[in-house]
């Protein structure tokens, strides 16, 4: 049987391969409010190793405050142009620091800019009065090294189930279900 990361990784592999999606790696993380609500979002996945799936965020966000809450979180992707749905329920948890300076140090000087000019989910006046904050910092900031702030990180969910759909017109989807308990991954099919 084949392992679900490698089989995801090898998923995402065909998605990205001649693409016509513009965003490569989103993914919609749904996790859940204090009011029991069900909250839902896309980020980019970053990485899919043997830890689990990997993402970047503000911790003060939203959706940091409901993790640091409730760490059960579920992740759903679909690809349109080849037909493939996938769906993960797990457990997340903060990566390291120095794994998230990593991403940082990944992402574009404008990506990192914004980060620092904004307190993701937080009321905002009005649209130009956060340009204003940025241009601020981004003269303060001159050309120096912009350090990863420490509101912002990664988080890994790691799975405990992960869900494969190939879509068919005639609905006889073939659904693929991952279960790991006693320390290994279980395969069963579901009716579609
Ligand atoms: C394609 C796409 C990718 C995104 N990637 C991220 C991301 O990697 N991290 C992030 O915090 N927000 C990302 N966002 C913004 C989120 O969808 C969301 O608006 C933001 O994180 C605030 O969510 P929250 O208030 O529930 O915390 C992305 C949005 C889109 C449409």
Request: aromatic fraction near 10%; proline fraction near 4%.
């Amino acid at each position: 049987m084949q392992n679900p990361i490698d089989k995801f990784n090898s998923w995402w592999k065909l998605a990205i391969l001649e693409t016509p999606l513009k965003k490569k790696n989103a993914i919609c993380v749904s996790t859940i409010g204090k009011d029991g609500f069900p909250n839902a979002r896309f980020v980019d996945l970053k990485a899919v190793d043997s830890e689990g799936f990997k993402f970047c965020s503000h911790f003060d966000s939203v959706k940091g405050k409901e993790l640091h809450q409730n760490p059960k979180v579920a992740l759903t992707i679909w690809w349109d142009h080849v037909g493939l749905q996938v769906r993960v329920i797990g457990i997340a948890k903060k990566i390291t620091n120095d794994e998230a300076i990593k991403y940082w140090e990944g992402r574009s000087r404008a990506a990192q800019l914004t980060t620092l000019s904004s307190q993701q989910s937080q009321p905002m006046e009005s649209e130009s009065r956060l340009r204003q904050n940025l241009a601020n910092i981004k003269e303060f900031m001159g050309v120096s090294k912009i350090e990863k702030p420490s509101n912002w990180g990664g988080y890994v969910v790691i799975p405990r189930s992960i869900e494969f759909l190939t879509f068919r017109e005639d609905r006889l989807h073939l659904r693929e279900h991952y279960e790991y308990s006693n320390s290994q991954w279980n395969k069963s099919l579901l009716q579609p």
